[in-house]
């Protein structure tokens, strides 16, 4: 540590020139943590705090259900025997299944589901896709060939028929779903992180930033992921209403969760048959508005959150 | 720490460079009689392989630096004092090929592995860019990238990081450098931006700061306070400063020796007396005369422009590259095919031109 002498030993201060102006009382720079600034650029975007709002209450709901639901998960046999479809009432908010199990209760338990799955999948996809993007196009050269060929590779296979059959061998339990599901969800965002890392390992502050010694694995974690912060969350919400809507699909193809597992897509395959009569409509509509909900929420939070990770927007 | 670096060096480097010191060790510089220099280069040599040919963007470029002592280099654009620079520190894509030596601490930084340059770049010799804006991390706070630049090197706690870099905010001269420190680049002025490159080049104390045109994208008073900066750091950590700029009014001001390129070859180089009030070389002469000034006698003096273009360094003039744009130029002799060397001319003074010694004598070819 000698070369490092502490510099009011060495460089005694002494009144300096300065360039500014003094500046007038009230302008001049207040110190803001950037947890503040952060919270000030992300609560001008309205749509981003509504949608977190209602994505905090659905959390909230879904992961108390055992003590917010109104009726138990599962009904006594006695109350399935004598139990029957019906509409909306002040009892029943959303109706009950053919079954007369109470809707709203079995959205937010199968809300656990789906929603474990949109967060987890997104979040592990997003990581593999940052860490393959962010290498093939720092390295470029045979690694990028490398990496970008499996990407693609990844892209051309039917995602639908991989997932069905390795579900099949797997066991369609929700945590085997979300791995397969990450691991044919990451290319989406390798390719974005690829591109982006592409354009800005060629600024000048990551050649000042070699020029001060710092390593690869420093560059990259230091000096390009923070500037691709923005497409990286937006990919990311992205990837959740994504993976809420695979998981969907995969439910209603019937190679998704199993009872007694539940999901919002496995409650839209089970009221397939309601689809047909007008009078049940609220058996689709529920679980259905439930997605719905979820994905575009996300989607205004991934905007608002671009926006206020990004320095340079209003501040 | 002094050890930490120095020894890594010398370590890794003896089994890849343990080639003796091969340059010409008669070489006869301004700057003889000052000691070892801390920075020698010889012949250093860069090359692009191109399409349509090579790019010549460095040519046998040699010089020393000494401790306490400002370098200026000067040139037109593409006379290879970037390259020059980004040579020394490795810093050229894979697409350069660079022959030559730096040596610097015993070791030859040339062809050096990346693992040998990472603990020399920014800690024993660091560089200030042109353009502080985009060479600033938009992302990051400036007190933060100053200190990332220490911790890449040094083991310091978090505190021990504030501090310092407020004082080294202080130093260069931002004003409230604790409430400027938790801003980013775009909050700054450019003269602020380009003081806090300097913070960031001088956080490690090095042995050797290059400043690659620190003042071009500046205007003229901050310039002068940048300059001064650089001075008052010089003054205090002895420092060696090789000034990159085309700008001769910059180095007049700040630099002891100076170092004259075009087309990539050295043309002169001497003390920036020589330079400015005996110039042996055709180029610095017109170079100078294209230069206005307050202290000329005759203030109806026309500027005298240099005429034609700098040459493509892909298709370099035959002979001294720059007879066909020289007034002095023998042109139907030695000056087009024959490559004049980089001589002595007295008192340590160097000139690349055939006719250095008879120059006053020789009446300018004028059209």
């Known amino acids: 540590m000698s070369r490092l002498p502490p510099p009011a030993d060495v460089l005694e201060a002494e009144p300096v020139v300065a360039d500014e102006v003094a500046l007038a009382p009230g302008t001049e720079p207040v110190p803001r943590t950037n947890w503040q600034l952060f919270r000030r650029r992300f609560l001008r975007h309205r749509l981003a705090v509504v949608s977190l709002v209602i994505l905090v209450i659905l959390f909230i709901a879904c992961f108390g259900a055992s003590w917010l639901a109104p009726y138990p998960r599962h009904p006594s046999a006695v109350d399935l025997l004598l139990g029957t479809s019906s509409g909306p009432s002040a009892k029943h908010w959303f109706g009950t299944d053919e079954l007369g199990r109470d809707q709203l209760t079995q959205i937010l338990y199968a809300g656990q589901t789906s929603l474990k799955i949109g967060l987890v999948v997104a979040l592990l996809s997003t990581a593999a896709g940052t860490i393959v993007g962010a290498l093939a196009g720092y390295h470029g050269r045979w690694i990028d060939q490398l990496l970008s060929r499996v990407t693609d590779l990844f892209l051309i296979v039917p995602s639908i028929a991989i997932l069905a059959v390795a579900l099949k061998k797997f066991g369609q339990t929700p945590n085997w779903i979300l791995i397969v599901l990450a691991a044919l969800g990451w290319m989406y965002v390798a390719r974005v992180v690829r591109g982006q890392v592409l354009s800005i390992k060629e600024k000048e502050f990551v050649d000042a930033a070699r020029a001060s010694g710092a390593s690869n694995r420093r560059i990259i974690v230091r000096h390009i992921l923070p500037n691709c912060i923005g497409p990286i969350m937006v990919n990311m919400t992205l990837a959740i209403a994504a993976a809420i809507i695979a998981e969907s699909t995969l439910s209603f193809l019937g190679f998704g969760v199993q009872p007694p597992d539940n999901s919002w897509g496995l409650m839209l395959s089970q009221a397939e048959g309601a689809a047909a009569e007008f009078n049940r409509f609220y058996e689709i509509f529920f679980p259905g508005l439930m997605i719905l909900l979820t994905v575009l929420a996300v989607n205004f939070l991934g905007d608002g959150l671009r926006d206020a990770f990004d320095p340079q927007s209003v501040h | ?367």
């Not at chain 2, 050229?92 to 070791?107: I, N, R, S, W, Y």
């Not at chain 2, 020589?274 to 026309?302: K, V």
């Open chain 2, 1 to 367: 720490m002094t050890g930490y670096a120095t020894r890594s060096i010398h370590n890794r480097c003896t089994d890849v460079n343990d080639l003796p010191f091969t340059g010409s060790t008669d070489f006869v510089g301004a700057g003889v009689g000052r000691g070892e220099p801390v920075l020698s280069v010889r012949n250093l040599t860069v090359e692009f392989k191109t399409d349509e040919g090579i790019v010549h963007a460095a040519d046998d470029v040699s010089f020393d630096l000494h401790t306490n002592e400002t370098l200026g280099i000067v040139g037109e654009s593409g006379s290879g004092k970037s390259v020059t620079a980004m040579a020394i520190l490795g810093l050229l894509p894979k697409t350069a090929e660079v022959h030559g030596q730096v040596m610097f601490d015993g070791a030859n930084l040339v062809g050096a592995k990346e693992r040998q340059l990472q603990p020399v770049r920014g800690n024993r010799i660091a560089m200030v860019f042109q353009d502080a804006l985009a060479a600033l991390n938009p992302v990051l706070r400036v007190g933060d990238q100053i200190a990332e630049a220490m911790s890449v090197h040094h083991d310091l706690t978090k505190r021990e990081l504030n501090g310092r870099v407020i004082d080294l905010l202080d130093l260069v001269g931002i004003p409230q450098p604790g409430r400027r420190a938790e801003q980013y680049a775009h909050e700054f002025s450019g003269g602020m931006r380009q003081r806090t490159m300097i913070a960031m080049a001088i956080a490690n104390d090095p042995d050797i700061l290059i400043a690659d045109e620190p003042t071009t994208a500046l205007d003229v008073t901050i310039q002068a306070q940048v300059l001064d900066v650089f001075e008052r750091i010089q003054l205090r950590t002895k420092t060696a400063i090789v000034m990159i700029t085309h700008d001769l009014g910059v180095v007049a001001g700040i630099a002891d020796e100076v170092l004259v390129m075009y087309a990539g070859r050295q043309v002169e180089h001497g003390t920036v007396d020589d330079i400015f009030y005996s110039p042996r070389h055709p180029y610095t002469r017109a170079l100078l005369g294209s230069l206005p000034r307050l202290d000329r006698r005759h203030g109806n003096e026309r500027l005298r422009r240099i005429k034609g273009q700098p040459p493509s360094l892909i298709f370099l003039p035959s002979g001294c590259a720059f007879h066909p744009r020289c007034e002095y130029a023998d042109l139907a002799g030695v000056c087009t095919h024959e490559r004049p060397a980089l001589r002595d001319v007295g008192n340590g003074q160097l000139s690349a031109c055939h006719f250095a010694d008879t120059l006053d004598e020789r009446a300018p070819n004028v059209p």
